[in-house]
């Protein structure tokens, strides 16, 4: 369920970013528009585009360019989704098929790069050398991670920083971006355009990790994707490494094994000996201070209504349940 303040507030700005999609994704390609096409309608949370509108509205942003990058930010997500189910070799996402699964996976790379192309083409459309610059620079961060991300599987010798930084750099610098986004609209001074963009480091931060917990705890139904995928890729996410490093024996051994063999073979065994160790709970409270950072960095801005509802997604990320 989405939170309730936060969507009512910028529902007719979100209707607007919809309109703008379904106009962008258009090409004489037939094929590129069914691609396209199939992986926005599976929907989703939708929070970085909202990141990026309640940034602008909380920085007094009056204009219309928020919408247009609200919808840039959405397209550089949903390519870097069309390629990591291909990296993944996902079947399910949203409860549908993948678009790889759908199409094969050629076409999810090739549309995945005619989407980052069109995002580029919009945010030249904006007219802002420092906008282009910030978001060119998260494009190669994310790229950054997710190699890092295809670096460190199957390795069990990761340590929690570095992992960390894998998710800083391919989920939290999109959402950091789009906060930047929006106070750079609003042409607020650099110390709140900083806070902004660490508020959303730390949200994407958070909202990861959530990821890493409902990947061994939600229901398929309500995630929309397989559970267990992360240990089926020999990911060591938090919850993993929290069991090599404080479980016995024989449940650190049980997981180095399945991620190190990959496979979904174990996942009762590992399940057991994440849930015996703590270690959703050890991960959930680490979420919960990264959430707190967020909101400590938006102190400065004065009561709105924007201001709940940047601090209402916060608690958002991490009570969610898909």
């Known amino acids: 369920m989405q ?7 910028i529902a007719e700005d979100m209707n607007a970013v919809d309109g703008i999609i379904r106009r962008r994704l258009h090409s004489d390609v ?8 199939y992986i926005i309608a599976g929907g989703g949370k939708r929070m970085r585009p909202a990141l990026v509108l309640l940034a602008a509205g909380a920085c007094g942003y009056k204009g219309e360019h928020h919408r247009e990058l609200a ?9 870097t989704l069309l390629h ?3 990296v993944d070799e996902s ?7 993948t678009a790889n ?5 050629a076409a999810s790379v090739l549309v995945g790069d005619f989407l980052y192309s069109r995002a580029f083409q919009m945010m030249v459309s904006v007219g802002s050398m420092r906008i282009m610059e910030i978001l060119a620079d998260a494009t190669n961060v994310i790229a950054e991670g997710e190699v890092l991300q295809l670096m460190n599987c199957h390795n069990v010798d990761i340590e929690v920083d570095q992992y960390l930084q894998v ?3 391919k989920t939290a610098k999109l959402f950091e971006a789009a906060a930047r986004l929006g106070a750079i609209l609003g042409a607020v001074p650099a110390d709140h355009e900083d806070g902004l963009a660490r508020y959303g480091m730390h949200l994407g931060t958070a909202f990861q990790l959530v990821d890493d917990v409902l990947d061994y705890s939600a229901e398929e139904a309500e995630t929309g994707k397989h559970l267990g995928d992360d240990l089926a890729e020999g990911k060591p996410t938090l919850p993993l490494i929290h069991v090599m490093r404080h479980g016995s ?3 650190s051994a049980c997981v180095r094994n399945a991620i190190e063999s990959g496979g979904r073979e174990s996942f009762p065994e590992v399940l057991a000996a994440i849930h015996a160790t703590g270690a959703l709970q050890e991960t959930l409270q680490r979420a919960e201070q990264e959430v707190a950072l967020a909101q400590k960095a938006i102190d400065f801005l004065l009561p709105s209504q924007y201001r709940e509802s940047l601090l209402e997604l916060s608690s958002f990320a991490v009570r969610r349940k898909y």
């Open 84 to 86: 990591d189910d291909v």
């Open 101 to 105: 699964a759908m199409f094969g996976n």
């Open 71 to 79: 919808a840039v930010v959405e397209f550089i997500h949903t390519a």
């Open 3 to 9: 939170p309730k303040l936060t969507y009512s507030l």
């Open 167 to 169: 998710i800083r750099y």
């Open 249 to 251: 024996a024989a449940q």
């Open 91 to 97: 079947a399910l996402r949203r409860g549908r098929d």
């Open 30 to 37: 037939v094929l590129v528009r069914q691609v396209a096409e």
